[in-house]
């Protein structure tokens, strides 16, 4: 089956420094890729819809330039908390979908997620 | 307006019995989709069934299925002969539209738990 893989699967920073995330698609293009965050016993939070090659969209409420989205290439998306605080520490979890739409394509794939920790 | 409503935050069931959990849903798109994505202590998000609007049959994946209301918005999914290892947080989500680009919004989830 599709395969998307989220590095780093932890990452534990000082506050002020800026951490990187990446998603890749293993086996399929992904013009779009989505971003999403989860605080302990919540639900995701859709935190911005990432496309290749342009701008990311991001959700109401969601600062663009304190989360970096690029989508340099149809397998990989990267989200970049820069200037990271601990109020910033969460659960980031990156989801994929084949370009091509069709049955069997419908679901989102998801990566193992990141568990960010700010000191 | 809450788009994915699941109403029940915990649930325990025994072992071997049926599950049900609850998902009702709003949207005034003719064109959707509605998941259900189980989500165990270690985080990963697994897909667990699928049902299009334009679905005529509810859809089933081994234990699973999902009872599609669509007049009512309901998309319920069905455990059946529950096992430990179905103990973890379950979340119903709906994707509005049909493009690839089309997002996907999560309700707020259901935490089960299963007895021995």
């Known amino acids: 089956g599709a395969v998307v893989s989220q590095h780093p699967s932890w990452v534990i920073c000082k506050s002020g420094t800026s951490v990187k995330i990446e998603c890749r698609s293993l086996?399929?293009?992904?013009?779009?890729m989505f971003w999403y965050r989860q605080f302990p016993k919540q639900s995701l939070m859709l935190m911005a819809t990432?496309?290749?090659?342009?701008?990311?969209?991001?959700e109401q409420g969601v600062e663009k330039d304190k989360f970096l989205i690029n989508h340099a290439s149809l397998t990989l998306s990267t989200l970049t908390v820069t200037s990271a605080h601990p109020e910033d520490s969460s659960f980031y979890i990156c989801?994929?979908?084949?370009?091509?739409?069709?049955?069997?394509?419908?679901?989102?794939?998801f990566g193992s997620g990141t568990q960010l920790s700010v000191l | 307006a809450q788009k994915i409503t699941q109403t029940q935050p915990g649930m325990f069931v025994q072992e071997k019995e049926a599950v049900t959990l609850d998902c009702t849903y709003d949207?005034?798109?003719?064109?959707?989709?509605l998941f259900w994505y189980k989500q165990p202590s270690s985080g990963e998000m697994i897909f667990l069934i699928y049902?299009?609007?334009?679905?005529?049959q509810n859809a089933t994946e081994g234990r699973y299925s999902l009872n599609f209301q669509k007049a009512r918005k309901s998309a319920n999914l069905v455990i059946s002969a529950s096992q430990l290892g179905d103990s973890a947080m379950y979340f119903c989500?709906?994707?509005?539209?049909?493009?690839?680009?089309?997002?996907?919004?999560f309700g707020s989830g259901t935490r089960l738990s299963i007895r021995p």
């Open positions: 989801s994929a979908r084949p370009a091509v739409m069709g049955r069997g394509n419908e679901k989102l794939f």
């Open positions: 086996d399929f293009q992904a013009t779009t």
């Open positions: 990432s496309n290749e090659g342009s701008k990311a969209t991001y």
């Open positions: 949207t005034s798109d003719q064109s959707y989709g």
């Open positions: 049902q299009g609007s334009y679905d005529e």
């Open positions: 989500a709906m994707r509005e539209g049909y493009s690839s680009a089309s997002k996907i919004i």
